[in-house]
């Protein structure tokens, strides 16, 4: 997804993995490292709630 920062409430419900801003902001958000993002992301989607539902089972 492109970043267009008139959409910036859309760009929370996503997680980007191209960007190292949004590796950064999300990892340090998420309470976990980039490997676990990237997993969590593979496993479920980059939507942000199931990335955050994913990482609480764990």
Same mark, same amino acid.
């Given at each position: 997804? @492109?970043?267009?920062? =008139?959409?910036?409430?859309?760009?929370? *419900?996503?997680? =980007? &993995? #191209?960007?190292?801003? #949004?590796?950064?902001?999300?990892?340090?958000? &998420?309470?976990?490292? #980039?490997?676990? &993002?990237? #997993? +969590?992301? *593979? @496993?479920?989607?980059? =939507? +942000?709630? @199931?990335?955050?539902?994913? &990482?609480?089972?764990?």
């Amino acid at each position: 997804m @492109a970043d267009d920062t =008139s959409k910036t409430a859309l760009d929370r *419900k996503f997680i =980007s &993995l #191209e960007e190292d801003y #949004e590796l950064r902001d999300w990892t340090k958000t &998420l309470g976990c490292t #980039e490997q676990q &993002l990237r #997993e +969590a992301v *593979k @496993a479920v989607g980059n =939507s +942000a709630s @199931a990335v955050r539902q994913y &990482l609480g089972k764990k």
